[in-house]
């Protein structure tokens, strides 16, 4: 496999220089580039045809679902992840049919990597109508175990729900609270419920 050629949008520098010297120290990276408004981002697509693009959800008052349309007019195979900040959860903007996916601002390194990887490789979850998109992969009975936590279930209440023992209920929270980088079942029951998870289509990706 080829290097892959990766964009980061974000109007802090301090963003771009993080996330470049985070993909770059990667051996499929080959590339890195940075842009710090729409006209660079667009120019930056044009020019070097990345494979992804990671764009904030909000770049100044300009939302990614304004953005992701003129960065694939720019360069059609360029896939979008949009970049989950506070503002998000009260804008909701990550919910383009163009936008592949999306990574969390506060996602572990390892979590994020894999997640742009499986982007570059067009290994994310297919979207269809009115699915939302997904970042990183949960299996089926995480999923399951996520959307019984969300409706506010115990680890009992979901072992038998379920016919698991709660110690086994116990390991797939512990693995879907570290795989969508939550720090507690709260947590991980908002971000679920930002990405539509309790919705039964949104498919596993294990």
Excluded: Y
């Excluded at 903007?93 to 990887?117: E, F, H, Q, Y």
């Amino acid at each position: 496999m080829t290097g892959r050629r990766i964009l980061i949008v974000d109007d802090h520098e301090v963003v771009r220089i993080g996330f470049r010297a985070l993909l770059c120290s990667q051996d499929w990276v080959e590339r890195c580039f940075g842009a710090a408004s729409i006209e660079n981002a667009v120019e930056a697509a044009r020019r070097w045809k990345p494979h992804v693009a990671i764009v904030k959800d909000w770049v100044g008052d300009v939302s990614v679902n304004e953005i992701a349309p003129q960065i694939a007019q720019a360069w059609q195979p360029c896939r979008i992840l949009a970049m989950e900040t506070v503002r998000t959860s009260r804008h909701s903007p990550a919910s383009d049919k163009m936008i592949a996916g999306w990574i969390g601002c506060d996602w572990d390194a390892r979590t994020l990597l894999d997640t742009v990887n499986r982007a570059t490789t067009g290994r994310l979850a297919p979207r269809g109508p009115g699915t939302p998109s997904i970042g990183p992969a949960l299996s089926t009975r995480q999923l399951e175990v996520l959307r019984l936590m969300m409706t506010g279930a115990t680890n009992r209440e979901i072992a038998q729900q379920l016919s698991l023992s709660p110690h086994t209920i116990k390991a797939h929270t512990r693995g879907l609270l570290r795989t969508l980088g939550a720090r507690n079942r709260t947590e991980a029951a908002l971000r679920g419920k930002r990405l539509g998870i309790a919705d039964p289509r949104i498919p596993s990706l294990a």
